[in-house]
């Protein structure tokens, strides 16, 4: 077994029924042993999911900060135990992401020059934006990681030909991202942010964050000595094209008005992960 609940499972009444937010720690079999091209053995491909691998903990404990700068505005029992449960569940998320990053050094790339780009950059998001437009990113970044949760869990494209031990890390992240897909949002609205914020957020996260986001798979790719062929580059479009055309219609869910969360019900594939890790599903 490889994850652990640690924590206190939460659970609001507005879940679907069987599903609740498990705070686990996730620990790697054999870090060592990954291979670098882990993700459909494509340099390009790879170095893209560790550029946002390398965002993931300061992006978690950014997100952390927007959802805990509200939480004197949570009241209720049940809404305190889901922001304790959220900040759990992204701060191991978080840890886990730290260990699989540095292990990228033994390929020679310089992973601590990206972690502290990658840090500058949240940080200044932080420090520029007011609050109501942080927790709008954070609402936003929960819906891609649970659009592309919900692809790694039901693709099975996406999943066949990814490193075995890599399949397990991103599972377990997407599980739990789509367990509290929607705290964020949920605050977002109990806080008086509208559809105006909500729609600024999506302008600021791609303008911020997207664009470092590929300076650093830039920045790892010139570090590695093997430059990616013509056939590598034209084979991660081509699957990068494919992943986008089956995302699209729940990507573009997200601009209306009446958006929820969980109108996409994702129910049936977390009740799949927690029978394969022969988890007890709780709730
Ligand atoms: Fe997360
Ligand atoms: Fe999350």
Not at 31 to 49: A, G, K, R
Not at 110 to 127: G, L
Not at 132 to 145: Q, W
Not at 200 to 219: D, E, K, T, W, Y
């Amino acid at each position: 077994m490889t994850y652990t609940p640690v924590h206190e499972p939460a659970r609001s009444g507005e879940f679907p029924t069987g599903v609740s937010m498990q705070p686990r720690e996730f620990s790697f079999t054999d870090l060592e042993s990954i291979p670098q091209y882990w993700n459909l053995d494509n340099p390009v491909l790879t170095h893209f999911e560790n550029a946002f691998s390398i965002m993931i903990p300061p992006g978690e404990r950014f997100f952390i900060e927007s959802v805990r700068h509200y939480r004197g505005r949570v009241t209720d029992a049940e809404g305190r135990e889901l922001i304790r449960a959220f900040v759990q569940q992204e701060d191991l998320h978080g840890r886990a992401h730290d260990a699989f990053n540095e292990s990228c050094e033994r390929f020679g790339i310089d992973i601590e020059r990206q972690r502290r780009y990658a840090e500058r950059t949240f940080a200044r998001v932080a420090k520029l934006l007011p609050a109501k437009v942080r927790l709008g990113i954070t609402v936003f970044s929960e819906h891609l990681t649970a659009v592309g949760a919900h692809t790694l869990l039901t693709n099975e494209d996406a999943a066949s030909e990814m490193d075995p031990q890599m399949l397990e890390f991103w599972r377990w992240h997407a599980a739990e991202e789509l367990e509290h897909k929607s705290v964020a949002f949920d605050l977002f609205h109990k806080v008086g942010g509208g559809y105006f914020t909500r729609m600024i957020s999506v302008l600021v996260s791609v303008l911020f964050l997207a664009v470092p986001m590929v300076r650093i798979a830039r920045g790892m790719m010139r570090d590695d000595p093997h430059q990616p062929t013509r056939d590598e580059r034209k084979e991660a479009v081509a699957f990068q094209r494919k992943i986008l055309r089956q995302q699209a219609p729940m990507l573009l869910a997200y601009f209306s008005p009446r958006f929820h969360p969980w109108q996409i019900d994702d129910t049936e594939m977390l009740q799949d992960w927690y029978r394969t890790g022969t988890l007890e599903p709780v709730g």
